[in-house]
Every structure is written in structure tokens, then in C-alpha cells.
């Protein structure tokens, strides 16, 4: 009796360990196209970090800030931005990077603001923040891989973490490593023309609705306070198409002065780059297409190094 319960025991051990080691493999090799998120909440916590959208998600790389700042800052950097309506400025996001920073001697932090992660519906009541709703505010676990919390209640309503493992969606996402979101969609095709066009109608309905937050004013202030505590802070405001960087000067013709007025509150640099839009291509009016990333970051890293 004893010997069977042995090889039953034996038996079920070598079972679990290869239904394991096949989860383990088929997650390691889908890992990057899962989706835009998850890759983020597997990987340790990290000294330096780019902050914002996905404006930030999509145009800013951390391995040019790697090259071209590592004698100056703590690497690795890591792009630790989500989305609008995800990483809004706010006490959420900011309870997330403590969670994921490891503050070192150089400690950078390159946190990237638009009108968009700054508002709320007009009128809501200023100690409401609508992120807190989000499957981002209710995720505990930042460094795990697997990360079973996330596989597991991420997407409940749709299909299954096993199912999104052995049987992927194709996906134009590809959620690198260092936290960059590569989006691979062409920029100059019919799509993308009708993407941008939709995109600026979206937002231009957005304006009906949504207003600046004071409340969120007085969460940026808190979070460059923090940041500055424990490293170097610049804001920086990406560019975008003309037709998104008017459209956002027309809604809301006082963020700079706003953004600018905490800057010097605070005594740290501002890095306004929306008048630079349409010297990048986009692939939606938006986000900045893959090919000018490299670009675009390089010249970030080269403003920090003549300001410092």
C-alpha cells in the first residue's frame, strides 16, 4: 500500500511538474503579446522610470534613455505608463510607482502630462478620482511572472488566462521587457488615415464633457514633491499631430502655463515638446509612430543632458 501511495504520489509530482513546464513555456513564448499591460506587472522594481499615457507607452524607450544617460542616472529604466483613464495623475498612480520604484543615488524620473490624464466629467465631485475603478487601481501584485492575480482576474469577462496562453489572439502589440509598448501598425496606410481622423472626432467630444481638475493639479504637485524627494523629476509634454496639438490648445489654452506654474513652484524643468508636433509621425494623431520613437527619445535625453 505504501509503495502505491509512493507512486502515486511520484506520479502526480512528474504530471504537475510537466503541466507546469509546458504553462511556463507557452507563457514565456506569449509573453510579449499577451497584451499591452501585463509584461509591466512581471518585471522587479527598477531605479528609473518613464511616467504618463500611452503617449508615454508608445513613444518613449527605455534603452535610449539606457544609452544615452547612464552616466549621469540609474539604469535600467523602465515605462511604467498605462493609458488615459488607467494612469491619470492621481493618488492611485502614485501609490503604484512607490510600489514599483527602487530608489537609487541617480534615480530619473521623466513624467510626461497632456490635458487628457489631467481632467474629469464636468462637474464630478473633486475628491473622485474614476481610475480607482480600474482593473489598474485593484492590481496588487507588480513583479511576479506569472503574475496569476492578473492572468487570472484581468480579463474575467473575456476569455481565460490558459486560453490567451495556448491560443493567443493575433496582436499588433509587442510589450517589450523594459515596459515599451511597440505597436505595430503602418502609419501611412487607409487604417491609420481613419484612425487619426476618428481619434481627433473622439477627443473633440471628449472637450464636451470633460474639464481640467483642480484636484489633479494639486496630485501632480504631489507627485513631483515625492519624485523630487527621491531622484530628479522633469515633465515633459509629448508632441502629437497638428490637428491633436490644436485641438488640445483651443480646449484647454491654459495647461502649459498650469503645468509650467508647479515647475517653477517646484524648481524643476518643463519640457514642453507640442510645439514640436508634426515633426513625428503618428500612427493615430495621437501616439507616436514606432520608426520616430528612437528619435524621439534620443532628443528628450539630449535636452536632459544640456539642462543638467
Known amino acids: ?17 510537466v503541466i507546469f513546464g509546458f504553462l511556463y513555456y507557452y507563457h514565456a513564448s506569449q509573453i510579449e503579446t499577451l497584451d ?34 547612464n552616466d549621469q542616472f540609474s539604469v535600467p529604466f523602465f515605462n511604467y ?14 501609490k503604484k510607482i512607490k510600489k514599483k520604484l527602487k530608489p537609487a543615488k541617480n534615480s530619473l524620473f521623466i513624467l510626461c502630462v497632456d490635458p487628457w490624464i489631467m481632467k474629469q466629467p464636468i462637474g464630478q465631485n473633486n475628491s473622485e478620482f474614476d481610475e480607482e475603478n480600474t482593473f489598474f487601481a485593484h492590481q496588487q501584485t507588480q513583479t ?33 521587457e523594459n515596459g515599451w509598448l511597440q505597436v505595430n501598425f503602418e502609419n501611412k496606410s487607409k487604417g491609420a488615415i481613419d484612425n487619426s481622423n476618428w481619434q481627433i472626432h473622439l477627443y473633440t ?8 481638475a483642480e484636484k489633479r493639479f494639486i496630485a501632480l504637485e504631489k507627485m513631483v514633491r515625492y519624485l523630487d524627494a527621491v531622484g530628479t523629476i522633469f515633465l ?7 490637428a491633436m496639438m ?18 517653477q513652484h517646484n524648481k524643476i524643468q518643463y519640457i514642453n515638446l507640442i510645439s514640436e508636433s508634426g ?30
Open 205 to 212: 467630444q471628449d472637450t464636451l464633457k470633460f474639464e481640467l
Open 81 to 94: 505608463s498605462f493609458t488615459v483613464g488607467s494612469s491619470n495623475i492621481g493618488p492611485n498612480y502614485l
Open 144 to 176: 511576479m511572472s506569472p503574475n496569476i492575480e492578473y492572468l487570472l482576474f484581468r480579463d474575467k469577462k473575456e476569455k481565460p488566462f490558459f486560453q490567451k496562453i495556448f491560443f493567443p489572439d493575433s496582436s499588433i502589440y509587442h510589450l517589450h
Open 236 to 242: 515633459v509634454r509629448l508632441p502629437t499631430s497638428e
Open 1 to 17: 500500500m505504501r509503495k502505491f501511495i509512493k507512486k502515486v504520489i511520484v506520479f502526480t509530482g512528474i504530471a504537475a511538474g
Open 36 to 69: 499591452a499591460f501585463y509584461r509591466r506587472f512581471t518585471v522587479g522594481k527598477r531605479p528609473s522610470l518613464l511616467l504618463g499615457s500611452s503617449r508615454t507607452a508608445q513613444g518613449l524607450r527605455p534603452e535610449i534613455f539606457d544609452r544615452e544617460l
Open 279 to 308: 515633426t513625428f509621425q503618428t500612427v493615430d494623431g495621437n501616439h507616436i509612430y514606432k520608426d520616430d520613437t528612437e528619435r524621439l527619445s534620443k532628443h528628450i535625453c539630449d535636452l536632459i543632458k544640456n539642462l543638467k
Open 246 to 263: 490644436n485641438l488640445e490648445n483651443q480646449a484647454f489654452p491654459r495647461f502649459d502655463q498650469r503645468i509650467e506654474e508647479i515647475a
